[in-house]
Nanobody, 124 residues
Framework: QVQLVESGGGSVQAGGTLRLSCTAS????????VGWFRQAPGKEREGVAA????????YYSDSALGRFTISQDSATNTVYLEMNSLKPEDTAMYYC?????????????????WGQGTQVTVSS
């Protein structure tokens, strides 16, 4: 059973930085898309960033591009999301997910496994 555990959320002021971690276990395929998604109260879930674990290709939403960086540590099966220049509108529950590699952007993968989420709150 694939399990994803997120950590690193918290409360910061606008302009601050947070680094989220997503550690995976229980999988057998080394090629996958791992994505970070967020959902704010009353809003739809949106993809923020994703990485193809085999080639390291990265994908970002328009809101994340230039501020967020997704990376991986294959030795520890961990995917990170470093978030800089945080804004109050970044406030949301952040989830990581794992899904199959696609020929398109990993943000479009059909994600099968999801973590429990970690809360990010940015105050102005």
């Amino acid at each position: 059973q694939v399990q994803l555990v997120e950590s690193g959320g918290g409360s910061v002021q606008a302009g601050g930085t947070l680094r989220l971690s997503c550690t995976a276990s229980g999988y057998s395929d080394n090629s996958a898309c791992v994505g970070w998604f967020r959902q704010a109260p009353g809003k739809e879930r949106e993809g923020v960033a994703a990485i193809a674990t085999d080639i390291g290709g990265t994908y970002y939403s328009d809101s994340a591009l230039g501020r967020f960086t997704i990376s991986q540590d294959s030795a520890t099966n961990t995917v990170y999301l470093e978030m800089n220049s945080l804004k109050p509108e970044d406030t949301a529950m952040y989830y990581c997910a794992r899904g199959p590699v696609t020929w398109q952007s990993c943000l479009s993968s059909k994600y099968d496994y999801w973590g429990q989420g970690t809360q990010v709150t940015v105050s102005s």
